[in-house]
């Protein structure tokens, strides 16, 4: 039917709907999902505090919505109601009721979870190897004076706590726990001390060297490892079991490890020695090596240790820090900031590594670093220094 048919009708004030409309931007994925997808089982949430700027989530991603205005206004129209109708009977024909006006849509932007929230629900909440006698339990009364001269106990952390705060999809909650090394200790959530997660590793290598026969089929028996660690060195399979679990695959009762992220492990645990002090490069990988045994040697290398320290050259060699990419502020602003005050400028492959963790894709981190920082070619080399009008 030709438009000039259809009959536009404005409600009256008492039954307009102006502001309960929003128009969103779908990228392909996403309207994907939803056309696939049962209505009854979409799993689709908005995460975070109320304070926090929204972001939509699917199982596997994350998305940013931002609000962005428009020059045309948007008109949202349905037919009228049964009772609009008999209070219009004046009006004849087809008719289009007018029910919203927008002047903005909301665009979804991918984007990196944002775990940063971590910091301070961990806080204080360290598993360590102080914990083996138990002392996770619940402190039994004490008298006043002794309590007040003991620092409050932390809330414990749960995993619907996290689902509350923190803006991330589940599958990506879920491996960031395992990356971050999050225990579970009688549903309660705590991170592993990285020293003690660096004794237990060692540990286990110890005792893999001890039954080469299954090492040498790529699968080793559960037990085979976390009974000597329980009964040799008083770690709870509790404790052992979940950390085989972030460094390989279980299956059947057995363990086949990722040869690769244990090595890298261990390697990070050596490093963090130097955090206040460096170490000569090839001190550093002797010692990286001697930990980790011959059997892995082969894996020891700074490239997977990468946007975890600095490296600075001197007469008498190459001398590293501890400089964990973790440990810098989430938001893209302050990290540059950060990583200028640290050094006036970076080539390209030193830097890359320190922005992996606030940007999707290659692309995405190119854009920041055109907008926090400005390039320099010298001798074939691309320096970045700080763009200051940003920071």
């Known amino acids: 039917m030709p438009s000039s048919d259809i009959q536009t009708v404005f409600p009256t004030e008492a039954d307009s709907q102006v502001g309960q409309y929003r128009l969103f931007e779908l990228p392909p994925e996403l309207l994907k999902i939803i056309e696939e997808s049962d209505p009854a089982n979409l799993d689709l949430s908005i995460r975070g505090r109320t304070?926090?700027?929204?972001?939509l989530c699917t199982n596997s991603k994350t998305y940013n919505i931002r609000a962005v205005s428009v020059s045309n206004t948007f008109f949202v129209g349905t037919s009228p109601t049964y009772q609009e109708e008999i209070h219009s009977s004046a009006v004849t024909g087809d008719k289009l009721v007018i029910r919203d006006s927008i002047n903005q849509i909301f665009e979804l932007v991918p984007c990196v979870p944002k775990i940063e929230r971590f910091d301070a629900m961990f806080r204080g909440q360290e598993y360590s190897e102080q914990d083996e006698d138990g002392s996770d339990e619940e402190e039994e009364e004490d008298s006043v004076d002794h309590l007040l001269e003991r620092p409050l106990k932390r809330r414990k952390v749960t995993y619907d706590d996290l689902l509350a705060d923190v803006q991330a999809s589940d599958t990506e909650l879920r491996n960031a726990l395992k990356q971050s090394h999050i225990l579970s200790i009688?549903?309660?959530l705590r991170p592993i001390a990285p020293a003690y997660l660096t004794h237990i590793l060692v540990l286990v290598l110890n005792t893999l060297s001890t039954i080469p026969s299954q090492r040498s089929q790529g699968k080793v028996k559960i037990p085979d490892i976390t009974e000597p660690l329980e009964f040799e060195h008083h770690i709870p399979?509790?404790?052992?079991?979940q950390v085989l679990e972030w460094f390989g695959i279980t299956t059947n009762g057995e363990w086949e490890m990722d040869q690769l992220e244990v090595v890298k492990a261990v390697g990070y645990g050596t490093l963090m020695k130097y955090k206040e002090r460096s170490v000569?490069?090839?001190q550093f990988i002797d010692e990286w090596a001697e930990a980790?045994?011959?059997a892995y040697a082969e894996h020891?290398?700074?490239?997977?240790?990468e946007g975890n320290y600095l490296s600075n050259s001197t007469a008498n060699g190459v001398q590293l820090k501890f400089f964990p990419s973790s440990e810098l502020p989430a938001d893209p602003a302050t990290r540059f900031a950060d990583l200028f005050l640290t050094r006036p400028r970076w080539s390209a492959e030193d830097i890359v590594p320190f922005l992996k963790s606030i940007a999707v894709d290659a692309k995405e981190r190119d854009k920041l670093l055109l907008k926090f920082a400005r390039p320099v070619t010298e001798n074939g080399t691309v320096w970045y220094t700080a763009r200051t009008t940003h920071l």
Do not use: P
């Open 186 to 188: 009688n549903s309660h």
């Open 237 to 241: 399979r509790e404790v052992t079991t």
């Open 280 to 282: 000569d490069q090839i």
């Open 51 to 55: 304070t926090d700027n929204a972001v």
């Open 300 to 305: 020891v290398g700074l490239k997977i240790l």
């Open 292 to 294: 980790v045994g011959d």
